[in-house]
């Protein structure tokens, strides 16, 4: 009984096979996802290949008298490939790629978060209406206008520290992102319902849930799956927001943000250290934004696959 409206009819994964076909973009940022998420996973693997590891100091490879590293380009070599920190020696290599898998993990999982809560709470409204409608509408509002950055700094600095950091992360700044993702998922469910499927759904005694389920759901992970890949640059800017801010991944956990904090006071004497740990941020936000908008490009029910 269910009917896929426009575009959606083919499959997902045919769509985005034939996006990475066309948009060399998108293609480049699928690679680019690709290669960073690999260096997240096996972080390990990789900084033993080096021999190094992102927590053991090494006052070695500093200038004695500036703290700074020793050599050129922040202490490049075949010992340290990105060179080290600035005061600790720590292998600045080792922090950018377990830093890749600090920032994945809390941007996917807040992604999530986001749009689990989101989907929910859009689709109820758009399905039941009345009064839950109103009341989403404008909780939406609410949350769209409130100032959840200040929130979050306020939070992250009152919560105690037994409280497991990247939990809380993940659960805040996935909670705060439902209000955009209901409000779209809220708008497919009213065009939707008026749909004839789902007309026939009910008149043949079908449950709101298996509406939802059946006939609804099926139809809405096109727009879904867009907004999931889109929020997930913010999730990681954020993430890397925090910790640049000192509420964020506490130290010795390796994090971009509080790497790219630490690396502002040493921009004029190591550059190096604010490159690598900026670029590899910058690589995961753009990657993730281009990927997303080629993919809402081929899911788009008014977009020709064929051109």
Do not use: C
Request: glycine share 12%.
């Amino acid at each position: 009984m269910s009917e896929h409206v426009g575009a959606p009819a083919r499959s997902v994964g045919a769509a985005i096979r034939a996006m990475l076909r066309r948009d060399h973009w998108a293609l480049a940022g699928a690679v680019t996802i690709v290669v960073l998420g690999i260096a997240a996973v096996a972080a390990d693997l990789l900084t033993a290949i080096e021999g190094q590891d992102p927590y053991s100091y090494s006052t070695g490879a500093l200038n004695p008298e500036t703290g700074g590293p020793a050599g050129v380009l922040g202490g490049v070599s075949g010992a340290h490939w990105f060179g080290v920190e600035p005061l600790t020696g720590r292998d600045l290599f080792a922090i950018v790629v377990h830093g890749a898998r600090t920032s994945f993990l809390i941007g996917l999982a807040a992604t999530a978060v986001s749009v689990l809560v989101g989907v929910l709470i859009g689709a109820g409204a758009g399905y039941l209406g009345g009064w839950y409608d109103r009341v989403v509408t404008w909780t939406a509002d609410v949350f769209l206008g409130f100032p959840y950055l200040v929130f979050m700094i306020a939070l992250g600095a009152v919560v105690p520290s037994s409280v497991s950091r990247p939990l809380l992360l993940i659960l805040v700044i996935g909670f705060f992102g439902w209000p955009s993702i209901a409000r779209i998922v809220r708008s497919q469910v009213l065009t939707l319902k008026k749909r004839n499927f789902v007309s026939a759904a009910r008149i043949l005694g079908a449950s709101p849930w298996q509406v939802f389920r059946s006939e609804l759901l099926p139809n809405l992970w096109a727009p879904v799956i867009v907004l999931g890949t889109l929020s997930i640059p913010g999730k990681i800017g954020l993430e890397a927001a925090l910790s640049f801010l000192g509420v964020g991944i506490p130290p010795p956990t390796p994090s971009w943000g509080r790497a790219i904090s630490t690396a502002v006071d040493w921009v004029s004497t190591d550059p190096m250290f604010l490159f690598f740990p900026g670029v590899a941020l910058f690589l995961a936000t753009w990657a993730f934004t281009v990927f997303g908008d080629g993919l809402r490009d081929a899911l788009d029910p008014k977009t020709d696959v064929r051109r």
